[in-house]
């Protein structure tokens, strides 16, 4: 079983910066596709960025050269560096993972769809302030 546990969230100012992470607990597999999303009162869910085992990333327009996501393989934990923060970006964020290997057929589908993803943290709260 495959546990994921996000930290680092807070308050912070516009145009500050928050790293958050993710750790990965339980048995993994060398392939892997991960994401974070976010969520704000009254909003769907939305992908912010992915990463796949290659480490090739996504990331959702609004956040380009802004965000940045990475993975320590050691730590088996994930990264989402947020720097120049706007209170859009005010949600509750939340990681994610897929694993191939769990699946029949590869799915072919985007890296922001929702239910790609079998694994979900509880999320950490991301507040901007103006």
């Known amino acids: 079983q495959v546990k994921l546990v996000e930290s680092g969230g807070g308050s912070v100012e516009a145009g500050g910066s928050l790293e958050i992470s993710c750790i990965i607990f339980?048995?993994?597999?060398?392939?892997?596709?991960m994401a974070w999303f976010r969520q704000a009162p009254g909003k769907e869910r939305e992908g912010v960025a992915a990463?796949?085992?290659?480490?090739?990333?996504s990331y959702l327009d609004s956040v380009k050269g802004r965000f940045t996501i990475h993975k320590d393989v050691i730590k088996n934990t994930l990264y989402l560096q947020m720097n120049s923060l706007k209170p859009e970006d005010t949600a509750m964020y939340y990681c994610?993972?897929?694993?191939?290997?769990?699946?029949?057929?590869?799915?072919?589908?985007?890296?922001?769809?929702?239910?790609?993803?079998?694994?979900w943290g509880q999320g950490t709260q991301v507040t901007v302030s103006s």
């Open positions: 994610a993972a897929e694993y191939p290997s769990e699946r029949r057929t590869p799915y072919g589908g985007s890296w922001q769809d929702i239910w790609r993803y079998t694994y």
């Open positions: 339980g048995y993994t597999r060398s392939r892997y596709y």
């Open positions: 990463i796949d085992s290659d480490a090739s990333t």
